[in-house]
């Protein structure tokens, strides 16, 4: 099983201590979004977990405690942008999440570090011209420490539109998505790293290729294993998404990070809420177990490769 560490909520900048916890545990439990009463038991251990991937805006409170994670394959997807303070309300400054980066590179190598410059969105102060200006200034920054970058275009939803609407943020169009990829693909280039797309399509720039990404990412995982393995495709993801089936650990509305253009965190009532029932000790990463919840082992097969363990 490949457990993703968490497309729901920053685990680590939020709840390292508790990550850590069910890792010593072997365990954690999972509700169901639709149905809280329904809770899955994740295996959190060498036996049954074949690699973490982890989602992050900011990995610090992690970075101190890795080496509990010397028994397993894991890489970081790490989101920094241009934006300030209006769209991501409560992140720490930029010079500190690149420094914290360069750290976790310089920890656990280039090519188990994902840089993320996504979601791009536009508006009177967001421009075309902005981002290309400050993703180039971050791309000299951080291209001697990692290997990849993933771009994607703002996604509207119900969840998030109204406080887009609010910054009049919107998602470029054809033309300027052209123009967006072209010119950091040309950066890209010259700092000797590679461009990727977080849309479940290709994109051709005038004969340019960027390819799209594999956020759970199979090859990667099976770099860092002795014993390759295969998985299936995420049905769950858009149609021309690369991603392998992974579980997610985390839950909605429990992450304070603030930006605008969440789909994950999209009630600020819930959010207070949860700020509460959070305890680093429970196996749920908020509140209590339902006396009446339903708990199932769950188990998402994956298997080993044979052929490729011959090479």
């Not at 101190?64 to 942008?81: D, G, V």
């Amino acid at each position: 099983m490949i457990i993703s560490v968490s497309r729901r909520t920053d685990i680590p900048a939020f709840y390292s201590d508790w990550f850590f916890q069910r890792l010593q545990q072997g365990f954690c439990y999972v509700p169901n979004p639709r149905n809280p009463l329904q809770i899955a038991k994740i295996p959190l251990n060498q036996e049954f977990t074949d690699a973490f991937v982890f989602w992050t805006k900011n990995p610090y409170p992690m970075l101190k405690k890795l080496p509990l994670l010397k028994n397993f394959p894991y890489y970081f997807q790490y989101t920094i942008t241009s934006y300030t303070h209006d769209i991501e309300k409560n992140l720490p400054r930029k010079r500190y999440l690149v420094d914290t980066f360069k750290k976790l590179s310089e920890l656990i190598g280039k090519h188990r570090i994902i840089w993320r410059y996504d979601p791009i969105l536009l508006n009177e102060q967001y421009t075309i011209d902005y981002h290309i200006k400050y993703f180039e200034i971050l791309c000299k920054n951080l291209a001697p420490y990692t290997t990849k970058v993933i771009v994607s275009f703002l996604s509207l939803y119900r969840k998030n539109k109204c406080r887009c609407d609010k910054v009049k943020a919107y998602s470029p169009q054809i033309e300027e998505q052209y123009i967006l990829i072209k010119a950091l693909q040309a950066i890209c280039f010259a700092y000797n790293i590679r461009l990727e797309f977080c849309a479940g399509e290709s994109i051709n720039i005038n004969d340019i290729p960027i390819n799209p990404a594999c956020c759970i990412d199979i090859k990667l995982i099976n770099t860092m294993r002795t014993t390759p393995i295969i998985a299936e495709k995420d049905k769950g993801q858009r149609e021309g998404c690369g991603c392998v089936k992974s579980f997610d650990i985390g839950m909605y509305n429990s992450c304070f990070n603030g930006c605008i253009y969440c789909y994950a965190a999209f009630k600020d009532e819930y959010l207070e809420q949860n700020k509460n029932k959070h305890n680093p000790n429970s196996p749920l990463l908020l509140g209590n177990i339902p006396p009446k919840a339903l708990i199932t082992e769950k188990n998402i097969n994956t298997l080993f490769d044979n052929q490729l363990s011959l090479l």
